[in-house]
């Protein structure tokens, strides 16, 4: 078992490139498997740099799904600390009182109370 670089190097050897969908699988894996990989016959490799030749439309649909993914973790429910409502994280409004800490709220009221509220007063209501 060699290193992720001499890995990737025998890779593209191999196959004549390193896929893109290679960056989505851990280091650790492709050193681990990388040699029952490459000990298919010789039809399974032609069959394999075959499929290599649509690797660039399999990267971009992983792309969009990471992206989707990356978008439906954004989206999250969150309490603001004035009233306890639940509101998305990605349409609340933001406080940010006097020491700087940042607090989600549910209306401008809010947080103009809490963008000049005391420390204790902070404390009170997030506690």
Not at 40 to 63: C, K, P
Request: glycine share 4%; with cysteine; proline share 2%.
């Amino acid at each position: 078992m060699g290193t992720y670089e001499d890995t990737l190097e025998d890779m593209e050897k191999t196959l004549g490139s390193v896929p893109e969908f290679i960056r989505f699988i851990s280091e650790r894996s492709i050193v681990n498997d990388w040699t029952s990989w490459k000990e298919v016959g010789e039809i399974d490799l032609e069959r394999a740099r075959y499929l290599l030749s649509t690797d660039e439309i399999i990267s971009e649909w992983l792309d969009k799904a990471h992206t989707a993914s990356m978008n439906a973790e954004f989206s999250r429910k969150a309490r603001t600390v004035c009233c306890r409502m639940l509101v998305d994280t990605d349409k609340a409004q933001m406080a940010v009182t006097k020491t700087g800490e940042q607090f989600l709220v549910c209306n401008d009221n809010c947080r103009r109370f809490i963008e000049t509220a005391t420390p204790e007063q902070i404390k009170e209501i997030s506690g």
